[in-house]
């Protein structure tokens, strides 16, 4: 991390180094309010993100952040060389924004990308750290930003080695080799994309509650596929998703529990009748009959379809 003050390169290792810590206790999506907060530094609180898509928090020279808005009439897309295209805030390239983002281009300075994945409060963002520019092209007013290094694809490289490695992917953006393993990052990301946007929906469509156990633990709670995701992006509806417990989330996909089209939980036959401690006993045997919790809003209620399809397979196996 070169040509930076001091000041702006503590405070952005403070940064990542935050976010990182963040994202292994929360996982990589974290809610808009945290992210707001920031972090404390020398008695001041430092936020990641605000109302501005390119984001320089006081204290930085250059920006920090990267953002997808709720409403922005921004947009990114994939490119044919594997890397994500950022448009540049209105105003042109001398905007104080853009500027700032082509300086971090010219230096390798590592930013935060945030990609929303929950619109509605409470508002997530999916965060990828740390990405690079690493080209910009002014006849379509965009960045195109290198997302290799926060989707883990280099995870033995650290400090200046990594330096010297994002420093030669600023000359081969059309490097055929190097761009086999851009378009591998960018898949990992769209299916961690597709994923995290699943889960949000989901556990939203449930406020973050268990649809068995009402279990309130977002950090214990999964979106569990009623059909099967190995159609890609096919079924990421809410209505194929249950917000469920891990343990009965890991009970429904093996067959334990469940659930019929008319939303009552079933376990199976000779779970019922085995004789075992507290888990056994509460967390799965006297959910037997209950009625599952629903979403609201008819378009977020498990297919019945889907239910009744996954019940009959459920039926066979007990
Ligand atoms: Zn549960």
Redesign the pocket.
């Known amino acids: 991390m070169t040509h930076l003050g001091t000041s702006d390169q503590l405070l952005r290792n403070t940064a990542l180094q935050w976010l990182g810590e963040q994202v292994q206790k929360f996982g990589d999506v974290l809610p808009a309010s945290m992210l707001q907060a920031g972090f404390e530094f020398r008695n001041r609180q430092v936020p990641i993100i605000s109302q501005q898509g390119i984001f320089r928090p006081q204290g930085f020279e250059v920006p920090l952040s990267i953002r997808t808005g709720v409403n922005s009439p921004y947009s990114d897309a994939e490119t044919d060389e594997g890397l994500l295209r950022y448009d540049y805030e209105a105003g042109g390239i001398n905007r104080r924004s853009n500027a700032g983002l082509r300086h971090a281009m010219n230096h390798q300075i590592p930013l935060v990308y945030l990609k929303i994945v929950q619109h509605k409060s409470p508002r997530q963002y999916l965060v990828l750290s740390p990405v690079y520019i690493v080209h910009d092209d002014p006849s379509t007013e965009s960045f195109l930003v290198n997302l290799e290094y926060a989707m883990g694809m280099h995870p033995g490289l650290v400090g200046s080695q990594r330096d010297e490695h994002v420093a030669d992917s600023y000359h081969d953006i059309y490097d055929p080799q190097k761009q086999v393993e851009r378009q591998y990052a960018l898949r990992t990301y769209k299916q961690r994309l597709h994923q995290s946007t699943f889960r949000e929906n989901v556990l939203h469509a449930y406020r973050n509650q ?6 309130k633990h977002r950090q ?2 999964d979106a569990a596929h009623i059909t099967p995701d190995s159609h890609s992006d096919g079924f990421a509806v809410t209505s194929n998703g249950l917000s ?6 890991a009970a429904f996909d093996s067959n334990v529990m469940g659930i019929s089209p008319d939303y009552q939980v079933h376990v199976r036959e000779d779970i019922l009748k085995e004789v075992d401690g507290p888990m056994l006993r509460h ?1 799965i045997q006297e ?1 037997h009959g209950k009625q599952i919790l629903l979403p609201k809003g008819r378009d977020h209620k498990p297919d019945r379809d889907r239910l009744a399809r996954r019940y009959e397979r459920f039926l066979e196996v007990g």
């Open positions: 268990c649809t068995i156990c009402s279990l214990l709670l469920l417990c891990k343990i009965h989330h967390g959910m």
